[in-house]
């Protein structure tokens, strides 16, 4: 039976002009889930990471500290959606990135703050009056992860390895558990909000479907070093 591993990106660039790039926590976080990985897979897993650089950053640092023989298998169906695209439609000023860092870093509550806007964002991206207005749209993005996550089913279905191992993003992560569990758009993005960078949500699979057996476990950071713990 195989255990599938979905793992959200190490800490990205925040405010930055490219956000998609590890932060040097971020890098420490992928080392240390690569540490974790020698203490519960037995065997090489099969590796799949979406096409974006903290995807692939996040994966080789990891493999480097694990299973440094594996092959990465690189699909962009687990990208992560556009959120800088999404946040500017909501806000056009947050369509330069450092705006939106800097509002956040003025509040007594950044996290708070931040999570407000998160959900204005989201609900007009998933709320239906403006799919037209987006580079992809709420629904094109939610049958792409669906059908990314079923024909990875199908395939290990049919290799049957111990364990799969994907490199992707919350926002991927949390339509997938979504997915299984039949949450509304709502109840998805409120996962999305809470996993921890290169936290690990599993699945088993029965047959070719999957099960979900854990939600954003991240104690292994918190036994290495509590400070690395991030969500943004």
Known sequence: MTTIYLIRHGQASFGAASYDQLSPNGEQQAKVLGHYFNDILKETPYVVAGSMQRHQQTAQLCLDESFSESEIVTDSAWNEFNHQQVF?????????????????????????????????????????????????????????????????????????????????????????AGKILGLSPEKTFALNWAIANTSMTTLRLVGNEPQLLSLNEHHFIKAADPSLLTWI
């Open 88 to 176: 500017a439609q909501y806000e056009p000023r947050f369509n330069e990135p450092h705006l939106l860092k800097e509002d956040v870093s003025k509040e007594a509550n950044p996290r708070a703050y931040l999570a407000k806007i998160f959900e204005g964002a989201i609900g007009r991206w998933t709320g239906g009056e403006y799919h037209h207005e987006y580079e992809e749209s709420w629904p094109t993005f939610k049958n792409r992860v669906e059908t990314a996550l079923q024909k990875l089913c199908d395939e290990l279905a049919k290799t049957k390895p111990r364990y799969a191992v994907v490199f992707t993003s919350g926002g991927v992560i949390s339509v997938a």
